[in-house]
């Protein structure tokens, strides 16, 4: 099972290493990455395997908004189905 990792919002430090650091606390690994700032707007996609995780689903995506609320960034997980049927054309 994958999942789809998206975070945007005003960079600063930390970021990446707070979501990263929820992801290996859970046996989440990472697939793939994109992530780029334009004009100080901070910008993630992550691909992520959730075949081993080691929480439910809705545990994870509640550590990840958390942390990101406390960043100040939008943080969303979705299942990778879910995120592929919402944007198909």
């Given at each position: ?44 996609t ?19 908004k ?24």
């Open positions: 099972m994958k999942g789809v990792i998206t975070v945007l919002g005003c960079d600063k430090v930390g970021i990446i290493a707070s979501i990263t650091g929820i992801l290996a606390g859970t046996n989440v690994n990472i697939l793939d990455i994109s992530q780029t700032i334009m004009q100080n707007i901070f910008s993630m992550m691909i992520v395997d959730l075949s081993k995780i080691k929480v439910e689903f809705s545990d994870l995506s509640e550590q990840l958390k942390v990101g609320e406390e960043l100040g960034v939008e943080v969303r997980l979705q299942r990778e189905e879910i995120f592929t049927s919402m944007h198909r054309i």
